[in-house]
């Protein structure tokens, strides 16, 4: 029977006074301490909370491939300890590293999947094509998942997940390092399978606007529930305590280093040519620096959102200080246009005779937070592998800190630093061996090397977990580790590729502190995202699409580009869509 024709206040999922634990060397981690939640028919529910709140957990147990240490799971009225095979057969769960065959095509990966969960033939053909239609496949049927871009295999996973026809979506994570077009494309898929079957949808995920869009949060912390309720709820409880400010003299940078780490404010962070603000009351005490002389700070209420209440819950709880990133600065530039230390001139990228990157020209200046933007697919990781010297290019010229990535590419990489979005670090290794090995892989010897070493501990607060396995570590924890060891040869030049893919507000927050003290000691950043307010931090930006440049110019610049009567303020991603779906018709 089709879960759209069942009452409509039945409950799909129910957890009671759920405990769940699991062994880390000598300690019991508590994943979920007490949880009780209610889940009705038809309901779409976001989890929320940082790294190591428990949600992967959470969505385990619901899916019946964990079972509690106490309290009960219900899932359409089937016990998780008892009915595991009757709940399996309800429920679709997409993990975040969803298992495709990546040497089989796109429809070999549906037609394994199909049967797989015993999908008989006749209604398979029928499945199979609505699909490939709603997933807008139907042109890459063919083609290895494999090559695929990101946000391609993700709505394959999504459609292999959706073969069953589950009534129980679990989703960990879907739209993970997915640009903001597929982004609006997964959810049309999850929304028109809730609006067509009924079906009930529970996902985790670390996009506060995709939350936004549910029925229900509920948001964890350290495997507690804070609460669960409404959008509309979160977004009531912080009315009159959000503001926006700028400055007449003041870049919003500069700005919010002012408002940080005072008296009576929660968050700042950088908002189009403002600053926004949280205030843990509704009102705002200013520092003197900001409302003494003549050039006054214009501040202005804005309506709240589910992010501030995120964050003002979640730092409070933690009562944590303004982080202050002590950095090393970065040695002098040795070539003699000190200015520009990034140049690609007409550079082109063949992969056989696929031309990823296409006549690629830009510079980037000294000190600059430079943002690479586009699609996944667009070649701004291919050109971050060239810049690196990690990847020849097949025509033009790379020039980075002065060096010509042709002729002496290891030379440019003695002062480079890289992050990659898969985070290169050794999972099998404690922190203290990663750190050990990048630092000797990066030349240290004697007493620099252990003064690095030990600066990286200290500054990015890993003391406490020198000897964890680094693959045991919480996804923010691995994003610092990261970080310390692209930075232990203190670079001229800091490759960011999707850095924050995944990881909770509060985390992404501390990693731009971190990054914006870096560009203000002296260090290049280049910086690709998907997550379109960061790229409000940047300088500049460049958008790519389809290898080519389709627009660049500064966040403002940008912005004021997909402006319209309708929309005459439009947000980053509201522009990166316009933009990139104007290119593409």
Not at 119 to 126: G, V
Request: charged share 25%; aromatic share 6%.
């Amino acid at each position: 029977m089709m879960a759209s024709t069942m009452p409509a206040d039945e409950t799909a999922l129910e957890f009671r006074n759920v405990r769940k634990g699991f062994s880390a060397g000598r300690r019991t981690v508590a994943a979920l301490q007490k949880v009780s939640l209610t889940v009705a028919t038809g309901s779409i529910v976001a989890l929320l909370g940082p790294d190591g709140a428990g949600k992967t957990t959470l969505l385990r147990l619901a899916a019946g491939l964990l079972l509690p240490d106490s309290g009960k799971i219900n899932v359409f009225g089937f016990d998780s300890k008892d009915r595991v095979d009757d709940i399996h057969r309800l429920i679709g769960y997409m993990p975040q590293h969803f298992g495709l065959y990546e040497d089989l095509s796109v429809g070999e990966n549906l037609d394994l999947y199909a049967d797989l969960h015993g999908i008989p033939a006749k209604a398979k053909h029928e499945r199979l094509k609505d699909l490939l239609r709603m997933a807008g496949l139907q042109p890459f049927v063919s083609r290895l998942a494999g090559r695929l871009s990101g946000g391609m295999k993700q709505k394959l996973g999504l459609a292999c997940t959706l073969l069953s026809q589950p009534r129980l979506l679990l989703l960990d994570e879907p739209s993970v390092g997915v640009d903001p077009v597929s982004r609006r494309e997964l959810w049309s898929i999850v929304a028109h399978q809730v609006k067509t079957a009924g079906m009930t949808v529970l996902l985790s995920t670390a996009y506060m606007d995709e939350a936004e869009r549910c029925d229900a949060v509920l948001l964890l912390d350290q495997g507690e529930v804070l609460d669960f309720n409404g959008p509309d709820f979160f977004r009531n409880s912080m009315q009159g305590r959000c503001f926006l400010l700028s400055h007449p003299k003041l870049g919003n940078r500069e700005l919010k280093k002012c408002l940080t780490g005072q008296a009576g404010i929660i968050d700042a962070v950088i908002h189009g040519r403002n600053v926004r603000v949280i205030s843990g009351t509704t009102t705002i005490t200013l520092p003197p620096a900001l409302t003494d002389g003549e050039s006054l700070v214009d501040l202005a209420p804005t309506e709240p959102r589910l992010e501030d209440a995120f964050i003002a819950l979640l730092k409070g709880r933690r009562n944590t200080a303004a982080l202050t990133p002590q950095t090393s600065t970065a040695p002098a530039a040795q070539d003699s246009n000190a200015d520009e230390v990034i140049r690609v001139e007409q550079v082109d990228r063949w992969f056989g005779d696929f031309q990823a990157v296409k006549k690629l020209d830009f510079s980037v200046r000294r000190g600059e937070i430079f943002g690479l933007l586009g699609a996944n697919g667009a070649g701004k990781t291919t050109t971050f592998r060239m810049l690196c010297g990690l990847l020849p290019a097949s025509s033009g010229r790379l020039r980075v800190a002065g060096v010509d990535l042709r002729t002496a590419a290891a030379k440019a990489r003695a002062r480079i630093g890289y992050m990659s979005q898969k985070f290169s670090l050794y999972g099998n290794l404690s922190v203290q061996q990663n750190l050990d090995f990048f630092s000797s892989v990066y030349g240290l010897r004697s007493e620099r090397r252990k003064k690095r070493i030990a600066w990286a501990l200290r500054q990015f607060e890993l003391e406490p977990d020198r000897d964890s396995i680094s693959a045991d570590l919480p996804l923010g924890f691995k994003q610092r580790l990261a970080m310390a060891c692209a930075l232990m040869h203190e670079p001229e030049v800091l490759f960011l590729d999707e850095p924050t893919s995944g990881v909770d507000p509060l985390a992404r927050r501390e990693f731009w502190e971190r990054t914006e003290s870096l560009a203000a000691a002296g260090v290049t950043v280049l910086v690709t995202t998907h997550f379109m307010e960061e790229a409000e931090y940047c300088d500049r930006l460049l958008i790519m699409v389809e290898g080519d440049i389709l627009i660049s110019g500064t966040p403002a610049e940008i912005k004021s580009r997909a402006g319209s009567s309708l929309r005459p303020d439009p947000t980053m991603e509201d522009a990166f869509i316009q933009l990139v779906e104007a290119r593409s018709g």
